[in-house]
């Protein structure tokens, strides 16, 4: 949520905020809040895709800092959109905005687009410092305040609406959250910060009653909006405030909208009685015969007001004190999902878009920086997307849609086919909200199941791995022996290159795909602290730097936007199986400086080869992933032998086919798996 112009106006005062030395202390994070901040104010790369390697190093930093105070976080996430629909259009907007400013950044101008792969590097490194979260049903905001009030600990986010929620412990804006500038002795670090709560903003009018502060968001507008007849309340408030005379704040007119109405709010002792003065103030300008119109006035006010009502205990402390998952209440069609998913939204491993698939049958796409004047790059993916939105309403009772593009031109018997072969009665629609030029569109996909998990009841979950491998590999269209030589963790980054390879338009060039692979190895390598310093500082030298005046390779950005729809996809899709192949560490797998570095290198006529040490295990991984992703770039025939069946005559002995052919490197693929164990834990080869 939001409260408009809020945030301004609190912090334009300095009584309303407090110095504070903050340690030794349990803290409840917005993880949203957290990431774009981190993100946005660090001058990350937003033009080339993203940097998520310096991005996992800056959350380090900052979960670093608030372990040496003894803070311990509590990271709670948004999860799907709000199943009452009150701030859809609010979403549609900031949707379409951001399609403008993905294209001003295309352009070399100004704008804000978080990469689409942020949010899955947060959730991975909090996963990784074992850092308790959870993802919320819908969005988080209640659930914060809620729990933030039973522990008795404060809020840090940038969301104005904790202006409005009565926090006991408080609330500390993200603005003020000085955490790289730490002080006090080895053993009394502390943040230093500012602290805002209730009482002061209320102390500052008077002692003003609390409860009416959510009567003052209301009216002003919060992202779910004000009520039609507000305006007309508002300007009836201000002549009010200004001609009441004496008193505190008499004779002058109010330093904003919001300080007129707290003026006008405070005279009041109750909210009852405030609502009240709503109704008769509505009455005399409506007439008698309009009372049952202002009478629902007061009605939706007081209905809007109870978003910031949290005297209940809070469902999720049982989460964070042994991982129990409480009633999900108004977003209960979640409960339809197994158990085992529901534990996965609630970790975070879900994403969104799974969410809202399943309780809304529509989804969001977000911008990225393209080529406005091509297709979406979404539009590379739409076949994984199918396939999860097919698994996900399987079995759910989902109705069918109506008027998509897939059934133009279809009468009823081919309508019924089709569904047929698609596993579903009649025809089930999403509808996907995504760019059309510089518009926002909303389009009709079809759900699709595939055919290899076709089993009642999305009982889909109980199948063997292999299984559930196998309807990974489906969608993907990929041959499993096209991945035998790849390091386990990084099938899913290979298949989904390959996958990319083919379904790209225009077709991604040679050069971006070497660049995009020895991206990869370069991640494989300082993961892992290998040797070869060198050729990771040769690699690291080869980037964008920030600032320069070169414009953005609007091409290769919009090759690379697809290839992270492609991923994107793809991550909730494995997910979605139970996770048949292990995900790989976005952090260190793309980095949008390095490979567009890269990809410049090679026009300028330079080979990617000069950069590897000759025999170098950088040299055979890069090998084996560039010829790994172009035999799955090849189509699969779906009715392929599943994982562990071969096929007498393929595969064996032909180059560039797998089996046991000779690498690029000079060594053979099970001589080069030997070496890759060198980039995998212990613990990988137990999985």
Known sequence: MGVQGLTTYVESNTNFLQDVRFRDSRLVIDGCSLYFRLYFNHGLDQQHGGDYDAFACLLTQFLSALAACNIQPYVLLDGGMDPSDKKFPTLRQRLQSKIKEADSLSHG????????????????????RGIPLIQCPAEADWDIACLARQWNCPVLTNDSDFYIFDLPAGYLPLRFFQWTNLNGKASQRYVPSRCYTTNNLCRRFGGMNRELLPLCAVLTGNDYGAPKEAETLLALIDGRALGRGGGRGRGRAPASRIEGILNWLSSFPSVAEALEEVSRLMDGEAGAGKRAQKCGLSAQLWAAMQEYNIKAQSSLAPWFSGGALAPRGKTSALAQL?????????????????????????????????????????????????????????????????GGRGQQGMNEAAKAAAAQSHGFSSPVFVEEYDRLDLNLKKNQVEAIIPRKSLLSDACYIQAPPAVRLGVLFEVLAVKPSALAPVPPHLQLAVAVTGFWLREAAPRPPEPLLRALVLGMVYGELALNNQPGQAFLSALDHQRVRPGERRGVDVGAAHCLSQWQSCLWSALCLNQLLLSPLAEPDLSWLFSGTLVHGLLRFQKAGWAVESLLPGGSLAGQLCSCLLGAVKACSVKADPSCPG?????????????????????????????????????????????
Do not use: W
């Not at 101008?109 to 990784?128: N, T, Y």
């Not at 197994?338 to 970790?347: G, K, N």
């Not at 797998?658 to 164990?677: D, I, L, T, Y």
């Open 338 to 402: 197994p158990e085992c998913l529901s534990l996965a939204a609630a970790q975070g491993q879900l994403p969104p878009l799974a969410l809202d698939a399943f309780v809304m049958q529509r989804v969001l796409l977000f911008p990225q920086v393209e080529n406005s004047k091509l297709a979406s790059s979404h539009c590379s993916s739409t076949a994984i997307r199918q396939a999860v939105y097919g698994i996900l309403l399987q079995g759910s009772g989902a109705q069918p849609g109506g």
């Open 643 to 687: 994982p562990g069946k071969k096929k007498r005559g393929r595969g064996q002995g032909r180059r560039g086919r797998g089996g046991r052919r000779q690498s690029h490197g000079g060594g053979s693929v099970s001589e080069v798996n030997n070496r890759f164990a060198l980039l995998m834990s212990e613990e990988e080869y137990d999985d």
């Open 109 to 128: 101008r100004g704008g804000s687009v978080l990469p689409i792969l942020v949010r899955k590097v947060f959730v991975q490194v909090l996963v990784q």
